[in-house]
């Protein structure tokens, strides 16, 4: 069945009994990654999730989990997707105890959907959405991440407990849904940036926090790169505790923007901004932004490249150079946004259509950038055009690579999750 | 000539001779860590000055098949470092230097074996700190911190180790030497650091670390507030989370608890208080101006009948040292005690204070609490003799009981103190048989031969390589002509 698209008559039945029925013949529209897919099925619970991957692994079919399907065009494609296991039915949250600051939700909940819910008890989940309509459980699995970041973490640290299934259709747990924790391995951490290669995920507890009395971005332009990182890297390193440092170069431009977000009580936010103005510069405003707006990636197109790139805090500012080199040298349009307060940023190039080599020899400019500032750091290619895709590693040079083939070779010994798309080939 | 003996002829001339102790007294010095209930004399103890030798070590471990345990200050409370009687104790206590301390990329690079606290007093001049302190912080190292995932008092703000770990190196069980994660966030592949942190040791040695530093905060305000009771204590904790306040610390203790921190180190905490909180805000300083009334005035509704605030960094010492010598002031009420570290979620707080405090009435035992309110990680003392006959078994049945307790109410059983070899035995009260099957998958990827740290976290290890409910085709018994058709 491996490499094959057009499930038979009774696979697709044998699917379906296991879902309640929920299971349908793939369309166009459900490829992934360019890859064209069998059989779409949607368990409702984590016991049909289990049936489900029981099945298939008898019949020996490759597997790709997706949630909402918002960016399951980032990473390498799959080299087959017989059976896509689709977790927008693993829907709603199953707990919510305020006083805990906790909330348990199935994975295919929209973090928009959480935050609906616990907004009322003045909570939040703070997971920023780069694509907006995520799900909890592929937010998880791709490590996205945007301003807030810098104060709240990322998945990986607001997720406390999971429920997972293996490629055999066993279920396990990990964590627990106290935040303090260490009983047993943090099979979270594993699953989270593991692009569904360890197993899916069906269930998260997550960790909330306090919806801030009072927030105000301030922003403010320079015309020169240098000045932008400095301002940046003066805010980061003061005792403000702002809650996001955004810098931003648009394709083309000479210099760059810096954005702050600040969040406390209505007092201490007045006095905070106006320290952070003073380290911003004479141009600083206030900018009445929306955060949603902020942690939004917009693009890039199908012809376009998404690399997201980490560097050291103190390598901010030779990124921000690269991606003016790109434009110079290679003549391709290419812009950056991101946490200038961590280090982690987007580098957006837009239509490479033709401009393979080019294209090629940024994410090479990228990724030596990454990795020459004071130690390394790493250029992941999210989304590319498919002929780029054919060009380039995706990945990187990754430590640890041995461990990780072993630890795949343990959790899915016939590689049939997402095959394909991970480091190294996984 | 056994494969210690082996092990040991062959580590002569690859190590300093002074860094292969095979004497009985000297090895019987290390034959328990914080947690002295459990004894093992190690079969022979390495001192390793650099990854060389911890390499070295591990390479001929796996070559020979033979068990090792790594050993930071040995302060850790769940027999996490329990030597193995057959085996090698990896101590990293010499490898103490720090290599790197770099504020304006907020990190530093250190070796396994220096001390939490060093790492503190070596960013403050820069105006930065490492964040996660345990009590032990003193004298714990960097290395048992990320071995066990170490909390401490200020994580409810914070956070634990693994949020603060950026990258490290592994000497992974078969001797190969790997970098986990990049200096930069978000390393791409598995977050193999991530699972290391926390492992306790079973996955492998790390050899150093690069971990984050934080900015200083610009105010710090302590306060300690006096109460008729622990569920007033209790209601005041959840009226200030319920606020939206998040402090950088909130801890309890009970009646028990302060008599005894009085009688060690005479904290001067008010007078006839039924529980006392330790508060504490920091953060820029108009934030912590404003939530200090509001703490207060929580406090105050509670019922809290004084509320002290210190007033520069001496008084500030002087409330916390009460709250830091805790376990080691029950010392002077009781001969010995068990430390217990489950976690509940806080909102159950009261209920489960009660119900422990009817548990130790129906067995006779004295039960001191000290704990960090603001997370719900409870410290129960259980207190007893082990001279007079049967108080030891009281003890420790008490202590199991607490421990379903604190499950029954959705907690765990272990929210910084790590499960070691103590609390092995509770882990099936916590995870399904495919919940520690899973995990023990991660186990057989670094460790397939159980040599790192055998016997701790897991009740029962995994054999690698088998794969239950997964076999295709015939079962591997009758393959082997050793069974019917079933």
Not at chain 1, 77 to 105: F, K, N
Not at chain 1, 122 to 150: E, F, I, K, N
Not at chain 2, 130 to 138: F, K, R, V
Request: aromatic share 4%; hydrophobic share 40%; glycine share 12%.
């Amino acid at each position: 069945m491996v490499g094959t698209t057009h499930a038979s008559g009774a696979v697709l039945d044998d699917l379906a009994g296991s879902v309640g029925g929920n299971a349908r013949e793939a369309t166009p529209g459900d490829a992934v990654a360019g890859v064209p897919a069998g059989v779409v099925a949607s368990p409702a619970t984590t016991e049909e999730a289990s049936a489900l991957l029981v099945l298939a692994a008898r019949l020996g079919l490759t597997v790709v989990a997706r949630g909402r399907g918002t960016v399951l065009g980032w990473g390498p494609p799959p080299r087959s997707a017989d059976l896509v296991v689709d977790t927008s039915r693993l829907d709603g949250i199953v707990e919510h105890e305020a006083g805990d600051l906790v909330c348990t939700a199935e994975a295919g909940t929209r973090i928009d959907d959480v935050n609906a819910q616990v907004a009322g008890a003045g909570q939040q989940l703070a997971l920023d959405q780069p694509v907006p309509g995520a799900s909890l459980g592929g937010t998880l699995s791709t490590g996205r991440s945007g301003p807030r970041r810098m104060l709240y973490g990322t998945p990986r640290d607001l997720v406390v407990g999971i429920t997972m299934v293996r490629a055999d259709g066993v279920v396990a747990k990990a964590g627990g849904k106290v935040v303090k924790n260490v009983a047993g391995y943090d099979l979270a951490k594993l699953l989270g940036g593991a692009y569904g290669t360890l197993g899916i995920v069906t269930r998260m507890v997550v960790r909330l926090h306090p919806l801030p009395p009072s927030s105000r971005w301030l922003t403010c332009s320079y015309p020169d790169l240098d000045a932008a990182a400095g301002a940046a890297a003066a805010v980061t390193g003061s005792q403000l505790f702002p809650t996001a440092v955004e810098v931003r170069r648009s394709a083309g431009a000479a210099g760059a923007d810096v954005q702050v977000l600040l969040e406390g009580t209505e007092r201490g936010v007045r006095e905070r901004a106006a320290a952070a103005a003073e380290l911003l510069g004479d141009d600083a405003g206030e900018a009445d932004l929306d955060t949603a707006d902020v942690a939004r990636l917009d693009g890039p197109s199908d012809a376009g490249l998404l690399v997201k790139v980490a560097v050291p805090l103190t390598g901010i500012a030779r990124l921000l150079h690269t991606t003016r080199e790109i434009e110079d040298r290679l003549g391709l349009s290419c812009g950056v946004v991101g946490s200038a307060g961590v280090g982690v940023l987007h580098v957006q190039l837009a239509d490479v259509t033709g401009e393979t080599s080019a294209a090629v020899q940024a994410v090479e400019l990228l990724r030596n950038t990454a990795r020459q500032t004071s130690g390394a750091g790493s250029a992941v290619v999210l989304h590319a055009p498919a002929e780029v895709r054919a060009h380039v590693d995706s990945w990187g040079p990754i430590t640890g690579l041995d461990l990780m083939r072993r630890v795949k070779d343990e959790f899915d010994p016939d590689h049939r999750l997402s095959a394909g798309r991970f480091v190294g080939g996984i | 000539m056994t494969a210690i003996d082996d092990l040991t002829a062959r580590l002569r001339g690859r190590l300093d001779d002074s860094a292969v102790i095979t004497d009985e007294a000297r090895r019987r010095t290390y034959e328990c860590d914080g947690l002295a209930a459990y004894a093992v004399v190690p079969g022979l103890v390495v001192l390793a000055h650099d990854a060389d030798d911890v390499q070295t070590v591990l390479a001929l471990c796996h070559e020979l098949g033979v068990p090792f345990v790594a050993r930071g200050s040995g302060t850790g409370l769940s027999g996490g470092a329990l030597p193995h009687s057959e085996g090698v104790l990896v101590v990293l206590s010499q490898m103490r230097e720090i290599l790197d301390v770099d504020p304006a990329a907020q990190r530093a690079v250190v070796q396994p074996g220096v001390l939490n606290l060093d790492v503190t007093v070596a960013a403050a001049p820069h105006g930065y700190y490492y964040a996660p302190d345990p009590s032990s912080q003193q004298i714990c190292s960097i290395g048992g911190n990320v071995a066990e995932n170490s909390g401490g008092a200020h994580c409810l703000k914070y956070g634990f180790t693994t949020n603060h770990v950026l990258s490290a190196e592994l000497v992974a069980p078969d001797g190969t030497r790997t970098r986990l994660g990049t200096t930069a966030p978000d390393a791409p592949g598995y977050d193999l650091l991530g699972t290391v942190v926390g492992s306790e040791g079973t996955l492998g040695v790390v050899t150093e670390a690069t971990v984050k530093l934080t900015r200083a905060p610009q105010a710090v305000k302590t306060l300690l507030a006096g109460f008729e009771s622990t569920d007033d204590a209790g209601t005041a904790t959840s009226s200030i989370i319920g606020a939206g306040i998040v402090p950088a610390a909130i801890e309890m203790m009970d009646a028990l608890a302060i008599h005894a921190a009085e009688e060690a180190v005479h904290c001067n905490y008010p007078k006839g208080a039924g529980a006392v909180l330790v508060i504490e805000l920091d953060g820029p300083t108009a934030e912590v101006d404003a939530q200090l009334d509001e703490v207060k005035a929580h406090c105050d509704k509670a019922g809290s009948f004084e509320i002290r605030q210190a007033a520069d960094d001496t008084e500030r010492a002087l409330i916390w040292r009460g709250r830091k010598s805790a376990f080691a002031a029950v010392g002077r009420i009781s001969p010995d005690y068990i430390v217990q570290d489950g976690v509940i979620p806080r909102t159950a707080l009261a209920a489960v204070l009660h119900r422990m405090g009817e548990l130790a009435d129906e067995a006779g035992v004295r039960v001191a609490n000290v704990f960090h309110a603001g997370d719900g990680n409870l410290h129960p003392l259980v207190l007893f003799d082990g001279e007079v006959e049967g108080e030891t078994e009281a003890a420790e049945a008490l202590s199991g009981q607490i421990l379903a307790l604190c499950l029954e109410h959705g907690g765990s059983i272990t929210g910084e103190h790590g499960v070691g070899a103590d609390k092995a035995k509770h882990m099936v009260e916590m995870f399904t048989p495919d919940d520690l099957d899973t995990m023990q998958l991660v186990r057989c990827a670094f460790d397939p031969r159980h040599l790192s740290n055998p016997g701790k976290v897991f009740p029962t290890p995994r054999l690698c390589g088998e794969r239950p409910g997964r076999h295709k085709g015939a079962h591997p018994l009758q393959e082997a002509g050793l069974a019917e058709v079933f």
